[in-house]
């Protein structure tokens, strides 16, 4: 769902307002996990030994549980079914083919985190990959962010790319100007959460509510809270 950390509510489509605003993309090193010895001469196996990954969202990459090539992009089709060494995590995660991935667009190669946003979601189910939340609903990173828990998202975001750089694994960072969901009500970016929601067929209520107020001397409707 839409989440507004500043309400602390789910909000609907209708509640989101797209703006434009000048941000960073950051392109990633993920290492891939070492081949066995059997398999170390395999065609192709030499030919890297990582993939880069671009965001907007660094701090996301703590609930990674994948990486996504386009099937038919053959600079990765040798790769899939292997493994990344998640940085910072120490996660291994899954190389899976999936047509949603653009192979002209950056790398071609896209990060899973199907708990923090809608494609990814998408993606995640398709292949079976779990879903790690590594947010509060507060906007502060959970105690799965390990070192980064109780930051602020955004704080954790600077915090997480220092920790990159630091280990080698941030290969470069480049303006980029990208629409950004907004809460109409809390004024603040929404962040993609998983959440339980229920949703109930009014219909049926309104129809006794119509028909006791209808009547003569029916009962004055009361609102609840009365503030309303």
Same mark, same amino acid.
């Given at each position: 769902?839409?989440?507004?950390?500043?309400? @602390?509510?789910?909000?609907?489509?209708?509640?989101?307002?797209?703006?434009?605003?000048? @941000?960073?993309?950051?392109?990633?090193?993920?290492?891939?996990?070492?081949?066995?010895?059997?398999?170390?001469?395999?065609? @192709?196996?030499?030919?890297?030994?990582?993939?880069?990954?671009?965001?907007?969202?660094?701090?996301?990459?703590?609930?990674?549980?994948?990486?996504?090539?386009?099937?038919?992009?053959?600079?990765?089709?040798?790769?899939? @079914?292997?493994?990344? &060494?998640?940085?910072?995590?120490?996660?291994?995660?899954?190389?899976?083919?999936? &047509?949603?991935?653009?192979?002209?667009?950056?790398?071609?190669?896209?990060?899973?985190?199907?708990?923090?946003?809608?494609?990814?979601?998408?993606?995640?189910?398709?292949?079976?990959?779990?879903?790690?939340?590594?947010?509060?609903?507060?906007?502060?990173?959970?105690?799965?962010?390990?070192?980064?828990?109780?930051?602020?998202?955004?704080?954790?975001?600077?915090?997480?790319?220092?920790?990159? &750089?630091?280990?080698?694994?941030?290969?470069?960072? &480049?303006?980029?100007?990208?629409?950004?969901?907004?809460?109409?009500?809390?004024?603040?970016?929404?962040?993609?959460?998983?959440?339980?929601?229920?949703?109930?067929?009014?219909?049926?209520?309104?129809?006794?509510?119509?028909?006791?107020?209808?009547?003569?001397?029916?009962?004055?409707?009361?609102?609840?809270?009365?503030?309303?």
């Amino acid at each position: 769902v839409n989440w507004c950390p500043a309400s @602390g509510s789910a909000v609907s489509d209708l509640e989101v307002e797209m703006k434009e605003v000048d @941000g960073h993309l950051w392109h990633l090193r993920y290492p891939l996990t070492p081949l066995p010895d059997a398999a170390a001469g395999t065609p @192709g196996a030499a030919d890297t030994d990582h993939l880069v990954v671009a965001t907007t969202r660094p701090e996301t990459m703590l609930g990674d549980t994948g990486v996504a090539v386009n099937p038919t992009d053959p600079r990765y089709a040798h790769l899939v @079914g292997r493994t990344i &060494e998640l940085p910072l995590v120490g996660r291994r995660i899954p190389i899976v083919a999936d &047509e949603h991935v653009d192979p002209a667009f950056g790398t071609g190669c896209v990060k899973v985190t199907p708990a923090h946003d809608p494609n990814d979601f998408a993606i995640g189910a398709r292949h079976g990959l779990p879903q790690i939340t590594v947010m509060a609903k507060d906007g502060t990173m959970n105690a799965v962010a390990g070192r980064f828990a109780g930051l602020d998202r955004f704080e954790a975001r600077k915090q997480v790319v220092a920790a990159m &750089e630091a280990e080698g694994c941030l290969v470069k960072t &480049e303006p980029h100007r990208h629409s950004v969901p907004y809460s109409d009500r809390g004024k603040v970016p929404v962040e993609p959460l998983l959440s339980t929601q229920w949703f109930l067929r009014t219909e049926p209520l309104a129809a006794h509510c119509r028909a006791a107020l209808d009547k003569p001397n029916g009962p004055e409707p009361r609102f609840v809270p009365e503030r309303w």
